[in-house]
């Protein structure tokens, strides 16, 4: 969606190979959200940043998921030893004010 | 946990017709509701919102309702076009405020047929 930039858009990985997944917020916002989304379902918190700070990971499956925002701007979620069950849709999110803007996702599949 | 779900997994309209689509919640602490359109490919998109200290809210065909004492969210649609078929999802939060999640429910699938 608008403001919300994510690549790549589909990504292939074999089972056990380490994935990076960028969000690039195009316009600067303070809140980033990861979620996935598995087929037929709705999104699921992943983790929330605030600028640089990762202020919530709770949603995060396992300890295989990282993620990152250095700089408060772009955000990478990296997924370590992929398995099947990471095959998902992975959506970022931003806010400002009350609403929130998601980019077109990135769809993984593990095979 | 506290769940967002919905009643009927797809509707199926003619078009022209009004849709309404429905969301059961269960976190009575609930404090903001957004429905959103996802199409094939994309993220989801926001349709319109409502806050708890409000029971309808109004917007371009669309029509939110909010029921606090069932803890029931309507979306309803106005004379539904083809390109209104997509997956709608029912978000909650308990806070507004920057930084609170959404917590999704698993969503409707709406096909309009000519």
């Known amino acids: 969606g608008a403001g919300v930039s994510q690549s790549p858009r589909y990504k292939v990985a074999k089972r056990g190979q380490d994935v990076a997944l960028r969000c690039d917020p195009i316009s600067g916002h303070v809140s980033l959200f990861w979620y996935q989304q598995a087929l037929g379902q709705g999104p699921e918190f992943l983790t929330y940043?605030?600028?640089?700070?990762?202020?919530?990971k709770s949603g995060l499956p396992s300890d295989r998921f990282f993620a990152e925002r250095p700089e408060g701007s772009v955000s990478t979620l990296k997924i370590q030893r992929t398995q099947q069950e990471d095959s998902a849709v992975y959506l970022c999110a931003v806010q400002r004010g009350f609403g929130y803007t998601f980019g077109s996702g990135t769809r993984l599949t593990v095979v | 946990g506290e769940s967002v779900g919905l009643h009927l997994p797809t509707l199926s309209v003619q078009e022209g017709d009004n849709s309404i689509i429905n969301c059961a919640y269960s976190?009575?602490?609930?404090?903001?509701f957004i429905w959103y359109k996802q199409e094939s490919g994309k993220g989801p998109q926001f349709i319109i919102d409502?806050?708890?200290?409000?029971d309808k809210r109004q917007g371009q065909r669309v029509t939110v309702l909010l029921n606090k004492t069932v803890k029931h969210l309507s979306l309803q649609i106005a004379a539904t076009q083809p390109g209104d078929s997509a997956v709608y999802f029912c978000a909650e939060t308990p806070n507004s405020n920057s930084g609170y999640a959404l917590n999704f429910g698993k969503g409707t699938s709406l096909l309009v047929t000519p």
């Open positions: 409502i806050r708890s200290n409000m």
């Open positions: 940043f605030q600028n640089e700070a990762q202020l919530d």
């Open positions: 976190n009575s602490a609930s404090d903001y």
